[in-house]
C-alpha cells in the first residue's frame, strides 16, 4: 500500500518536473515581447471596457496610445472620456490638451404623462426588437421605448429609467460621455453633448423629425417644426434636421432665448440658475441639478412664455 | 381520397376556433374615403404615380414598383386622390400612402372582363402570365406578402416539378381560404392550371388540412366531374398540425423532400403558392383583373358575427370590427393575422392591405398574458419545433447578444412560427428573443456578404 502511494508520487514529481522544465523553454523560445509601457497606460485607464475612445477594449486603447506615442509623438485623436487622459500623457512623457468632457442626454420627453400610453406593450424587454414591432406605447414612432436597452449598456451605472416617467434618466455625476447608450438606443435619441460652461447646457429634448401634426397626436412636448427657435438664434447655432430644431453646441452661447420661444416646452435648459423676477419660482432651489428632466424647470419655461 | 400526410418533426395543435367557417362571403361595402398604403408586399414600396387632384378608375395602377422584390399597387376604387401623405399602419408607423375620395359610381379600367362566367381557355404563354401577374401586383396573400412573379421565375438550371398549393390554413380562427374554395372551387382550380403553364409542369397538388372537410370533397368532386379540365391536379390531405402552412412543411409533407438550409423552395423542384393568391392569379390572367380586393376573415369568441367579408384594400379595419358587431367590451388584444403568427396592432383605423388575412379580437380571458418562469430545460420547445431547432438554446443566446452563438445553432432557418412559445410551460416569450436575435445574426451576415 506505501509502496503504491510512494511510486505514485515519486512518478508524478519527476514527470511534473520534467514539464515544467520543457514549459520553461518553451516559454522562453516563444516569448511575446510587450512594451511594459501598455500595462502602464492600461492601470490608468477606467478599465470599463466602455468603447468610448472607439477602441475594442482599454487594452487595446492602451496598445494604440504607446504605438501613437512612439510614432507620432502625440496623442492627437485619442481620447478616453471615462479616465484622466493627463496621466496617460504622464506615463508616457507626453502633453495632452484636455477634451472637453462630455454627457448623454436623453432627447426624449415623451413621459406617461406627456404621451400618454394608448396600447400595451408585452414581451420582450429589448428595445431594439420592440422599435421592429410597434412604434411606441405613446404612439411616437420616434421616442423611448422605456425598455433600457442603454441602461443594460451602461458600464457606469449612469443611466436608469425613471418608474414614474418610464424614461431614462442620466446620472451627472457618473456619466463620463463614453456613448455605450447612443450606440445601443434603436432610434438614436440619446446624444452624447459637451457638458457645457459650469455644466449649463441647453438642448432640443424631442427627436421626432415628423410633421408638427403628427408629433402633436402622439405628444404635447414634442418638436413640430415651428422654427420659432431657430428663428430667434442670434448665434445661429439652430438647425432644422427635416422638421426637428437641432442645437449646435459648438455655437450655442447658452442665452436660453429658444427656451423662452419655445410654444412646446421642448427645449430643455438644465442647471441654470433660476431666471430672476419674471417668475414666481419657489426660493432657494440649488443651483446644480442632479436629474435631467426636472418637472420644475418645465414650469419656468411655461411660465415663461405667458410672461413673453 | 389520398391518405394523410403530414411534416415529420415537431409541430403543436392549437384550439382550431374556425368559428366564421359556416359563414359566407359578404362584399363589403366601400367606404367613403380609402387610404392604400404604397408599401403592401415584402420588399421596398411602389412609387406613387397619381397626383393630388387625379381622378382614378377602380383597376388603375396608382404605384409602380420599385426594384426587384416588389409590386404595383391598383387603386381599390373609382374616385378622386385627395392626397398622397403618410398613413398610420397596424404598428403604428407612418407609411406613405394615396388616399383617395371614393365616387358614388364605379368605373373599372378598361380591359377587365366583369362577368361571373368561367373562362377556361388560357390564351397567354409562360412569360406572358408571368408579365400579366407581376403587372396585376400579386403578392403571397398568405401574411407574407412575397411578390408571386418573382416565385414563378424559376433560375436557370432549376425545373419546378410541383404547383403546392397551401391551402392548408393550419392558423386557428382564420377561415377565408376555406371560404374561397367553397365558393370560388371551379375559378380557384383554373388558378392552379395557369400556374401549372406558368413554370410548365403538369403537377398540381393542393394541400389541405383535413379539418376542411366539405372542402377536400368538393374539390375531389369539381376534379373528377371535370376530368378533362383539371388533368394533373391533385387534392391532398393534410393532418391537421400547426405549422402545416409552412412553406418548408408543406413541402416536406406532400412530396417528403427537405428544403436546405439557407436555400429557396425551388431546390426541391416546388413552387408554393396561397389560395387566394391562386384565385387572384385566374382573375387577372383570364380576366384582366388586378388586385385590388382579399376576403377578411373578422373573428373571435366575443364577436357577436365573425365573418368572412371580400374587402378593398384600403378599407380601414374599424368598419370591418363594426360590421361584426363592433368591438367587444372583453376585447385585450386586437391582432392583424391569426393568432399564431399575426401581430398585435396599435391602432384599429390601420388600412386592410394584401397581406391582411384576418383581423382577431382576442378577449381577456384568452389574451391575458401569462406569469413567466424559469427555463427548467424541459426541452418541450426543441420537440414542438419544426425545424428541429433548439429553442431554449437560441433564446438564451440572442438574450446575451451571442450573435456568433446563434447562428452556428441555425438561427436563420426559424419560420418564426411560435410553436415553441406556444408550448412552453414556463410562458418565456421564446420567439419574441428569437426574432430579435435573427435580426441582429440577419444584418451581421448581410453585412459580411457585402464586404
Not at chain 2, 391598383?74 to 383617395?100: E, L, N, Q, R, W
Request: one cysteine or more.
Amino acid at each position: 500500500m506505501n509502496n503504491i502511494l510512494l511510486i505514485s508520487l515519486i512518478v508524478l514529481g519527476v514527470l511534473g518536473g520534467i514539464l515544467a522544465i520543457i514549459l520553461y523553454f518553451v516559454a522562453q523560445k516563444f516569448k511575446v515581447e510587450e512594451n511594459p509601457l501598455i500595462d502602464e497606460v492600461e492601470a490608468c485607464l477606467a478599465g470599463a471596457n466602455c468603447g468610448g475612445c472607439g477602441y475594442a477594449g482599454c487594452r487595446n486603447f492602451a496598445e494604440a496610445c504607446v504605438k501613437a506615442a512612439s510614432e507620432k509623438q502625440s496623442l492627437a485623436g485619442l481620447n478616453c472620456p471615462s479616465s484622466d487622459m493627463q496621466k496617460v500623457a504622464d506615463v508616457l512623457k507626453l502633453t495632452v490638451e484636455a477634451a472637453e468632457p462630455m454627457i448623454a442626454v436623453v432627447r426624449c420627453n415623451g413621459s406617461c404623462e406627456n404621451s400618454p400610453a394608448k396600447v400595451h406593450y408585452e414581451g420582450a424587454d429589448i428595445c431594439a426588437f420592440a422599435n421592429t414591432l410597434y412604434a411606441g406605447e405613446g404612439g411616437c414612432s420616434k421616442g423611448c421605448l422605456g425598455l433600457g436597452d442603454c441602461v443594460k449598456k451602461c458600464p457606469f451605472d449612469a443611466l436608469h429609467i425613471n418608474k414614474e416617467t418610464g424614461l431614462p434618466e442620466v446620472d451627472e455625476e457618473k456619466c463620463v460621455g463614453c456613448g455605450a447608450c447612443a450606440k445601443a438606443c434603436p432610434r438614436g435619441i440619446i446624444e452624447v453633448r459637451p457638458r457645457g460652461k459650469n455644466n449649463r447646457r441647453v438642448y432640443v429634448c424631442c427627436s421626432n423629425t415628423d410633421k408638427g401634426a403628427i408629433v402633436m397626436k402622439s405628444c404635447s412636448v414634442g418638436c413640430i417644426g415651428c422654427q420659432k427657435c431657430f428663428k430667434t438664434c442670434p448665434f445661429e447655432a439652430i438647425e432644422m434636421r427635416g422638421n426637428l430644431a437641432y442645437i449646435d453646441p459648438a455655437k450655442c452661447k447658452s442665452c436660453r432665448k429658444c427656451e423662452e420661444v419655445c410654444p412646446r416646452g421642448t427645449i430643455h435648459a438644465v442647471n441654470f440658475p433660476p431666471r430672476k423676477p419674471k417668475a414666481e419660482q419657489p426660493v432657494g432651489e440649488p443651483v446644480q441639478q442632479p436629474v435631467v428632466e426636472q418637472p420644475v424647470k418645465e414650469k419656468v419655461t411655461i411660465e415663461n412664455k405667458e410672461n413673453a | 381520397m389520398n391518405p394523410l400526410k403530414t411534416f415529420p418533426k415537431g409541430g403543436v395543435h392549437p384550439e382550431e376556433n374556425k368559428l366564421s367557417a359556416d359563414q359566407p362571403i359578404q362584399d363589403f361595402p366601400l367606404p367613403k374615403q380609402i387610404i392604400v398604403p404604397l408599401g403592401q408586399c415584402l420588399g421596398a414600396p411602389a412609387d406613387p404615380i397619381v397626383q393630388k387632384g387625379d381622378h382614378v378608375l377602380t383597376g388603375q395602377m396608382i404605384g409602380t414598383a420599385k426594384g426587384f422584390v416588389s409590386a404595383n399597387v391598383h387603386s381599390p376604387a373609382t374616385g378622386t386622390v385627395a392626397k398622397v401623405d403618410v398613413v398610420m399602419d397596424h404598428t403604428g408607423y407612418y407609411k406613405p400612402a394615396v388616399f383617395i375620395n371614393v365616387d358614388e359610381e364605379e368605373q373599372w379600367v378598361d380591359g377587365v372582363i366583369q362577368t361571373d362566367e368561367l373562362l377556361t381557355e388560357i390564351k397567354l404563354d409562360s412569360n406572358e402570365i408571368i408579365n400579366k401577374i407581376k403587372e396585376c401586383g400579386i403578392v403571397g396573400m398568405g401574411g407574407a406578402t412575397f411578390p408571386t412573379h418573382v416565385k414563378l421565375m424559376i433560375p436557370e438550371g432549376k425545373k419546378a416539378e410541383y404547383i403546392i398549393i397551401n391551402a392548408a390554413e393550419c392558423e386557428p380562427y382564420l377561415t377565408c381560404d376555406n371560404r374561397l374554395l367553397l365558393e370560388k372551387t371551379k375559378e380557384f382550380l383554373m388558378g392552379v392550371k395557369i400556374l401549372m403553364k406558368a413554370v410548365n409542369t403538369d403537377k398540381g397538388v393542393i394541400g389541405i388540412e383535413r379539418n376542411k372537410m366539405s372542402a377536400i370533397e368538393l374539390l375531389d368532386k369539381t376534379i373528377a366531374e371535370n376530368r378533362d379540365l383539371f388533368a394533373g391536379i391533385q387534392v391532398q390531405p393534410l393532418k391537421t398540425k400547426y405549422p402545416q402552412g409552412g412553406e418548408k412543411q408543406i413541402i416536406k409533407a406532400i412530396t417528403g423532400r427537405e428544403v436546405p438550409s439557407g436555400k429557396l423552395p425551388i431546390e426541391t423542384g416546388c413552387v408554393v403558392v396561397n389560395v387566394a393568391s391562386t384565385y387572384a392569379i385566374y382573375e387577372a390572367v383570364q380576366k384582366n383583373k388586378p388586385l385590388v380586393e382579399r376576403i377578411v376573415t373578422v373573428t373571435g369568441k366575443s364577436v357577436k358575427h365573425p365573418g368572412n367579408y371580400r374587402v378593398r384594400f384600403g378599407t380601414p379595419a374599424n368598419l370591418l370590427i363594426d360590421a361584426a358587431g363592433g368591438l367587444p367590451d372583453d376585447t385585450a388584444n386586437i391582432i392583424n393575422g391569426g393568432p399564431m403568427m399575426g401581430k398585435s396592432v396599435s391602432v384599429t383605423d390601420f388600412p386592410v392591405i394584401k397581406g391582411t388575412s384576418g383581423i382577431l379580437l382576442m378577449n381577456v380571458k384568452d389574451a391575458q398574458p401569462r406569469k413567466v418562469g424559469n427555463c427548467i430545460r424541459c426541452g418541450r420547445c426543441a420537440i414542438a419545433c419544426p425545424m428541429g431547432l433548439q429553442p431554449f438554446l437560441i433564446n438564451k443566446l440572442a438574450k446575451l447578444d451571442m450573435f456568433d452563438e446563434t447562428e452556428k445553432n441555425h438561427i436563420m432557418d426559424c419560420i418564426e412560427c411560435g410553436s415553441c412559445e406556444f408550448t412552453c410551460p414556463a410562458n418565456i416569450p421564446l420567439l419574441d428573443y428569437i426574432r430579435y436575435g435573427k435580426a441582429k445574426t440577419g444584418a451581421i451576415i448581410r453585412a459580411r456578404n457585402q464586404k
